[in-house]
């Protein structure tokens, strides 16, 4: 059964790095037909793309987010990672992993099938 | 990229249907057919419901249905239930793979 789990520091300050890893067990990060991705949800608000990538280095992200995202991926361990530099206290949220379905030209992210439970991380001093 | 607008809240009686609509743009929704939708309880991760407009995964009750038409996709419930109280979510992938979320509705059952 495909699982998702989120780790990472829950409370990161100002202007530092928010680092977070996804293991995925049940599945392979080096799938080719599938990407992986991050969502975030501030609290009491909605969901929000932060961004997508494949185990081969594409990478697509929110265009509101882009400068300061990084996403990666270690095959040996199975697991893909979020960095988000910069932080400030709008950055506060839970953030999930997930697993991306593409569409049948396996070109086009298409919907987000699997997801870890989220991890809240706060962005305070 | 703006988020996809969805009515802030929708309610129902038991055994009723609702339906939840999801407007975006010519350039998201109405663009192909990537719109999708999840259900999210309180303090839990979003379900997928719905993908591709209108086909349902495995294991979700065939009392939900998608469709689209223009750059607006909507997501009925038939037959509520009590279960089916929680706060759902719309999302469209576009051509560039970049991907918007709706809103969010919260469903009230009455």
């Known amino acids: 059964q495909l699982q998702l789990q989120e780790s990472g520091p829950g409370l990161v300050k100002p202007s530092e790095t928010l680092s977070l890893t996804c293991t995925v067990s049940?599945?392979?990060?080096?799938?080719?037909?599938?990407?992986w991705g991050w969502i975030r949800q501030p609290p009491g608000k909605g969901l929000e793309w932060i961004g997508s990538?494949?185990?081969?280095?594409?990478?697509y992200y929110n265009p509101s987010l882009k400068s300061r995202v990084t996403i990666s991926v270690d095959t040996s361990r199975n697991q893909f990672s979020l960095k988000l530099n910069s932080v400030t206290a709008t950055d506060t949220a839970v953030y999930f992993c997930?697993?991306?379905?593409?569409?049948?030209?396996?070109?086009?992210?298409?919907?987000?099938?699997?997801w870890g439970q989220g991890t809240l991380v706060t962005v305070s001093s | 990229q703006s988020a996809l607008t969805q009515p802030a809240s929708v309610s129902g009686s038991p055994g009723q249907s609702i339906t939840i609509s999801c407007t975006g743009t010519?350039?998201?929704?109405?663009?192909?057919?990537?719109v999708s939708w999840y259900q999210q309880h309180p303090g839990k991760a979003p379900k997928l419901m719905i993908y591709?407009?209108?086909y349902r995964p495995s294991g979700v009750s065939n009392r939900f249905s998608g469709s689209k038409s223009g750059n607006t996709a909507s997501l009925t419930i038939s037959g509520l239930q009590s279960e089916d109280e929680a706060d759902y979510y719309c999302?469209?992938?576009?051509?560039?793979?970049?991907?918007?979320f709706g809103s969010g509705t919260k469903v009230t059952i009455l």
């Open positions: 990538m494949h185990y081969t280095g594409t990478t």
């Open positions: 010519s350039s998201d929704v109405a663009d192909y057919n990537f």
């Open positions: 591709e407009v209108s």
């Open positions: 999302s469209s992938c576009t051509s560039s793979n970049t991907c918007v």
């Open positions: 049940g599945d392979s990060v080096s799938t080719s037909s599938l990407y």
């Open positions: 997930a697993r991306v379905r593409l569409g049948a030209s396996r070109s086009r992210l298409n919907c987000f099938d699997y």
